[in-house]
Nanobody, 116 residues
Framework: QVQLVESGGGSVQPGGSLRLSCAAS????????MRWYRQAPGKERELVAAITSVGSIPNYADSAKGRFTISRDNAKNTVFLQMNSLKPEDTGVYYC?????????WGQGTQVTVSS
């Protein structure tokens, strides 16, 4: 049974930093592409960052480039999202995601609020 559990969200001022974690279980983590999405109030869920299984190659949405870093620890079955220079428009619920046999799996999400 695939499980994804996010943590690390919170409230920060603009310019601040947060590190999100997603603990995975129930599947072969090291062979899975992992993704972070976010959903702002009233908006559709959007892809923020992804990391490949082979080579841990990252890919970012334009809004995240230069500020966010996705990484993974295959020994701990965990994927991270380091977010720096946070902006109010980064506010939303952040979800961890993986796709197995064509089916999307999501965590419960963690709230990030950037406000002065």
């Amino acid at each position: 049974q695939v499980q994804l559990v996010e943590s690390g969200g919170g409230s920060v001022q603009p310019g601040g930093s947060l590190r999100l974690s997603c603990a995975a279980s129930g599947f072969t983590f090291r062979s899975s592409v992992m993704r972070w999405y976010r959903q702002a109030p009233g908006k559709e869920r959007e892809l923020v960052a992804a990391i490949t299984s082979v080579g841990s190659i990252p890919n970012y949405a334009d809004s995240a480039k230069g500020r966010f870093t996705i990484s993974r620890d295959n020994a701990k079955n965990t994927v991270f999202l380091q977010m720096n220079s946070l902006k109010p428009e980064d506010t939303g619920v952040y979800y961890c995601n993986t796709v197995r046999r064509g089916e999307n799996y999501w965590g419960q999400g963690t709230q990030v609020t950037v406000s002065s």
